[in-house]
């Protein structure tokens, strides 16, 4: 609290991120949903090229040669591409553009109960009224659940976080068409883990209220560059447009434009990285359920995972710790009795597994 601080900042819940060790601490770090591998070569040929000359200039509003990547990529137009400072400001922008604030509406945004956490901090924030969706067995989202229900909008995160489980493009379709008024936010943070891959932009040309919002964090490798983008209708995007240019007209630098531009083009080096990343996530599941672990199967490169009987999440998450291995772990009801662990490469994921192994066969003597 502080006296200098308005209402808004004294009330405010900020979000809190997972834990980055400080620099030259060595640990096996699977808590934030980094990529263990590096971005695409062709970002480090960005860099050997760049004239650090243009740093002189502002960067394009737009982000021009990375909408255009990501519109031939995605076969949309430019024109329905935004770009900001990672998903999570896209996310912001349009929690600010898209949603009513309390005072000018009974309706709340619909969330499921158990998603990612920024999405409450974005509504406390903002002024939005929220209505939580419980899952259903398994910590499915149901689409039915979300039609019929009044809303001002409707965000999903697919695949879900910290759930790992995905829906299908016809549940997101129903979702649309069941509130034509409202703007339903689907954030693919995680989409191209999911095997089989879809994604919601297929559902762009008859879903005017749909928003698609990705990221160059997870399987680009890039969550240290802050570029996210949202693929959506032009009159969404306009809006997006005018959101920003209220706030900072620059949200993606020069040299940020131009890596992301390039690693969204080098397609094989994408599909690869996914690709090693699925398979190791295939082992830690098979290797983590013969140790007694109950999981849903992935569509993410996480994994949520209960410890078998008699072993508490929160000690196994301080256990592993203070083995140097990070994992992430929510105290929230419903969900504290989970760890939710990143897929690193294979000899880390090995070294995890080893780490578990002696924690399960330590509580089982003792
Ligand atoms: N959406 C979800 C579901 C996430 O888990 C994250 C990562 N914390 C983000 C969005 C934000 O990612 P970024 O800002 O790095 O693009």
Same mark, same amino acid.
């Given at each position: 609290m502080s006296k200098f601080w308005n209402k808004k900042i004294n009330e405010a819940e900020p979000y809190v991120a997972g834990e980055q060790p400080k620099k030259g601490q060595k640990v096996i770090k699977? &808590?934030?949903?980094? &990529?263990p591998y590096p971005p695409s070569p062709m970002a480090r040929a960005v860099l050997r090229s760049f004239d650090v000359a243009d740093l002189r200039l502002y960067p394009d509003t737009n982000g021009t040669e990375f909408i255009d990547a990501v519109a031939q990529a995605e076969g949309v137009k430019p024109s329905q591409v935004f770009a900001g400072n990672g998903s999570d400001e896209v996310l912001a922008l349009c929690f600010q553009t898209f949603f009513e604030r309390e005072e000018n509406t009974d309706l709340s945004v619909l969330t499921p109960e158990f998603s990612y956490s920024f999405y409450p901090v974005f509504e406390k924030f903002y002024g939005i009224r929220s209505k939580k969706i419980p899952l259903r067995e398994g910590m499915v989202v149901d689409a039915e659940d979300y039609i019929g229900v009044p809303n001002c909008g409707i965000v999903i995160a697919n695949p879900n976080a910290p759930t790992s489980r995905s829906i299908s493009t016809e549940d997101i379709r129903k979702i649309c068409k069941g509130s034509p008024d409202s703007v339903v936010l689907i954030?693919?943070?995680? =989409?191209?883990? =999911?095997?089989p891959y879809e994604t919601a932009v297929s559902l762009l040309p008859e879903c005017p209220n749909l928003a698609v919002v990705r990221t160059t964090s997870k399987s680009y490798s890039?969550?240290?560059?802050?570029v996210g983008y949202a693929i959506a209708s032009e009159e969404l995007i306009e809006g997006l447009k005018r959101a920003r240019d209220s706030f900072n007209s620059y949200p993606t630098d020069r040299l940020a434009q131009k890596i992301a531009a390039a690693a969204v083009k080098d397609v094989k080096y994408h599909e690869e990285c996914i690709k090693k990343i699925v398979k190791t996530r295939t082992y830690t599941q098979n290797e983590l359920r013969a140790l007694g672990f109950e999981m849903p199967d992935s569509s993410a490169n996480f994994i949520f995972a209960r410890p078998p009987k008699g072993i508490d999440a929160e000690s196994l998450y301080i256990n592993l710790r203070a083995r140097g291995i990070l994992v992430r772990y929510f105290k929230t009801p419903g969900i504290n009795d989970r760890l939710r662990i990143t897929i690193g490469t294979d000899e880390e994921m090995q070294t995890f597994i080893a780490a578990v192994k002696e924690e399960v066969s330590n509580a089982k003597d003792s």
């Open positions: 699977l &808590n934030t949903n980094e &990529n954030d693919e943070a995680y =989409a191209e883990f =999911a095997d890039l969550a240290g560059l802050r």
